[in-house]
């Protein structure tokens, strides 16, 4: 089999080489091939200019993505198997990170996207907690390229239509509805890896429970943010709106298939990875509902989304370092040993189910008035969804934090050190003013979303 495959690549890689030569061959006959010396004859290419624009959508992603990537950095500082390399691998992906915000051509938007795979990588293969980082590592690797290749089959087919690959110029294009349904198909499964959508969800789980907690905090803080905005920045001009009850399906499933997973998982960072996968496919009913509240709704879910899946992996992190252990049967009552802590832990809770007053019922509010304005039979549908986020939600902390202290794994006391306990306060009082004063939040992106959406 992998002889046979082996032929076959070498062979078509015979004739496309063959084809090239013969049409340089052919195309000797030109007389200014031989007088003009200097000169380069059969100049041909993409015109890929590296600019760097930014409006307030990149600012806040930007600024959102430094928030953590600072956190990640005071949060290993300290801890011991972390070094030089570990630190320069989070530089090198803020860096990384700008130029994926702030690139305006859609060439150079794919090469940064897809260049932020190597640090991530490197950090679950190398600096991942248990035997099965390896196999961790290379799904995300395995996934990540195959949504890669459905995006650059979409994006040359898109530089082949228009002759370029600015994204100022995109906007005004129109395409055809055949060419148009293509480009958005391929984008859109190509994206769902990094969203993720189910079934393509499945690396995430894995390399949630292999990374170290700096790099569960990228994965669900930035790495699932990079696909809620490129599919801002890139579906916009080739949406196609009878793909929508499509889409909605696919995200339907993405929203319930996580939650009836994460309720039967015993490693508490599966459940929470499982919950961040749910979230996600929540926040895309927002962006394609066609309404103005419900976009600016996905913004605010995916904001909170991003502090407080943060703040659950630093918990479970913190709770990692001290007992060397995730299974949830080895915990209880772990309130008389850490009250700060629990209480912590409670907090980000409740964020997680999105209760009023917490960083996520902004954004779930906004989006469910869009769902109801669009179909009220499928916020009944949500609804349900949202009930069962509240069960695990609450059963992971009831488990965890309350009943009798288990004196037979845990032998010793040990809360929040004082550094811990900064980094925490932090994400609560960015979470709860986030929750509280949503108006703030509003005044600050009602206008650049209003204009994105108005594009679209």
Same mark, same amino acid.
């Given at each position: 089999m992998v002889i046979g495959l082996n032929r076959i690549i070498n062979l078509s890689l015979v004739g496309i080489f063959s084809i090239f030569f013969l049409h340089l061959l052919f195309s000797l006959n030109d007389f200014n091939f031989f007088v003009n010396f200097n000169l380069f004859q059969f100049t041909e290419g993409l015109r890929i200019i590296y600019i760097l624009g930014f409006d307030l959508i990149s600012v806040i992603f930007i600024f959102l993505s430094g928030f953590l990537l600072l956190i990640c950095i005071l949060f290993s500082w300290f801890i011991s198997y972390k070094g030089s390399w570990f630190m320069s691998l989070l530089c090198i992906s803020f860096f990384i990170l700008i130029n994926v915000f702030g690139v305006t051509d859609l060439i150079l938007f794919f090469f940064f996207f897809e260049l932020l795979i190597v640090p991530m990588y490197l950090i679950i293969g190398i600096w991942g907690g248990r035997s099965r980082k390896i196999y961790a590592a290379y799904l995300f690797l395995l996934y990540t390229l195959l949504g890669s290749v459905l995006l650059l089959f979409a994006f040359v087919f898109i530089v082949m239509l228009t002759g370029s690959s600015n994204f100022e110029y $995109?906007?005004?294009v129109l395409f055809c509805n055949l060419n148009q349904t293509v480009i958005f198909l391929f984008i859109f499964f190509g994206l769902s890896v990094k969203i993720?959508?189910?079934?393509?969800?499945?690396?995430l789980p894995e390399a949630h429970v292999e990374a170290p907690t700096a790099g569960s905090i990228i994965l669900a803080g930035i790495v699932l943010k990079l696909g809620f905005y490129a599919f801002i920045r890139i579906l916009f001009f080739?949406?196609?709106?009878?793909?929508?009850?499509?889409?909605?399906?696919i995200?339907?499933?993405?929203?319930?298939?996580?939650?009836f997973s994460a309720i039967s998982q015993v490693d508490i960072k599966k459940i929470i990875a499982y919950s961040s996968v749910s979230h996600m496919n929540?926040? *895309?009913?927002?962006?394609?509902?066609k309404q103005l509240v419900g976009f600016v709704g996905s913004f605010f879910? *995916?904001?909170?989304?991003?502090?407080?899946?943060?703040? $659950?992996?630093?918990?479970?992190?913190?709770?990692?370092?001290?007992?060397?252990?995730?299974?949830?049967?080895?915990y209880s009552g772990l309130f008389f040993l850490m009250p700060l802590w629990s209480v912590s832990f409670f907090i980000f809770i409740l964020g997680n189910f999105g209760l009023p007053g917490t960083v996520n019922f902004v954004g779930e509010l906004l989006i469910l008035f869009s769902i109801f304005n669009f179909k009220v039979f499928l916020l009944f549908l949500m609804f349900i969804g949202l009930i069962l986020t509240l069960g695990y939600s609450l059963f992971l902390y009831v488990r965890m934090v309350n009943g009798i202290l288990i004196d037979k794994f845990i032998r010793y006391y040990c809360d929040l050190t004082r550094r811990e306990f900064i980094l925490f306060v932090i994400l609560i009082?960015?979470?709860?003013?986030?929750?509280? $004063?949503?108006?703030?939040?509003?005044?600050? $992106?009602?206008?650049p979303v209003y204009l994105i959406w108005f594009i679209i």
């Open positions: $995109l906007i005004g993720p959508i189910v079934p393509f969800h499945l690396w080739c949406v196609n709106g009878w793909l929508i009850s499509f889409v909605f399906v995200f339907l499933i993405g929203f319930y298939f996580p939650s929540f926040g *895309m009913f927002g962006l394609f509902s879910l *995916m904001l909170g989304h991003a502090i407080v899946a943060s703040a $659950l992996f630093l918990t479970i992190g913190t709770l990692y370092e001290r007992y060397k252990t995730r299974i949830i049967f080895y009082v960015g979470s709860l003013l986030y929750g509280i $004063l949503p108006q703030l939040w509003l005044d600050i $992106l009602f206008y």
